[in-house]
């Protein structure tokens, strides 16, 4: 537990830096409010969750902590960031055409591409399993199809700047000197998520549960802080387009770059598919239902910021029952039971 605090606290005091960067280095290249928030701190901020997926896989061999990470911090980001910032700001938290209709489909496009790369793991390069689990090799050359839809992506943000132009001053940044506190965030960030990844593998062992159950809550909710601490205060700035596009722009990142990066990295992984096409539809409904409630009236509520935690809560009370076999649900869960 110990580990798990220290390293939550390290991923946030570098994600302090790594977000004040972000923000300079935005204004100093003149980059829209939707392009900073969806690209620019979005990736600056994700960048806890494709630690994840590198030091869980590469050091502790645990790809599917790596996952659950990415599934439980999306779901995070989805959920309780939007609640609380929804809570926290001046006014209600006002959403626009572009983030329901471009960022929000955008995203459910990266859910269902993400599912499809699993399903061809599964289809393609089956893997036998003792546990009768759906089990899957997931190559790179899978891994290059969610990479090559966050480039259409990153291209179709690009278009937002062809034509903006911005009147800051920004003569008082030194972009050298922010690209060096972005390093610096960087790396302490990693060594974060070290802890964090350490600490949800010996909760498992000590416990006698499945790293999965603490990759899809404490790391989740652990390298998600930087998520939070951006969404929270640009929402509490008046900044609620910023806020928003900042969680969607983190969540296409999650989905489609860290696990690829991951795979590209390890060389190939096993996707157990009993434990992540389950996984992958609670992410479809939690982001349907955000997306209907950005549509109404475009804004979120401050009831409906607090159903978003409700919900949530309910979720993680139910996956802590399926790992502790108190209700069984989902088939083969926990894994490797």
Known sequence: MAVAVVGTAVVWIGSGLLEAASERLSLYYRLPEIVQGAIVVAVGSSFPELATVVVSTLVHGEFELGVAAIVGSALFNIMVIPALSGLVAR????????????????YMIAVATLLLTFSFAVIYNPVESTGGELQGQL????????????VIYVFVQYQETMDYESDAD?????????WGKLAAGLALILVGVEGLVRAAVNFGDILGTPSFLWGITIVA???????A????????????????ANVLGSNIFDLLCCIPIGVLIAGTAVINYSVAAPM????????????LMMRTHMIVSRAESWSLLVIYGAFVAWITMES??????????????
């Open 91 to 106: 006014e209600q938290l006002a959403t626009n055409r572009d983030l329901v209709y471009k960022e929000a489909q955008f």
């Open 139 to 150: 190559t790179r050359g899978f891994a290059f199809l969610p990479l090559v839809l966050y």
């Open 170 to 178: 920004v003569s008082h940044i030194r972009p050298g000197r922010e």
């Open 221 to 227: 909710a652990g390298t998600s802080v930087p998520d």
């Open 229 to 244: 601490f951006v969404s929270v205060r640009a929402a509490r700035n008046g900044k609620a387009i910023t806020s928003i």
């Open 280 to 291: 992958m539809a609670i992410l479809t409904l939690a982001t349907v239902i955000l997306f």
């Open 324 to 337: 502790f076999n108190v209700t069984n649900l989902l088939v083969n869960f926990p894994p490797g039971s």
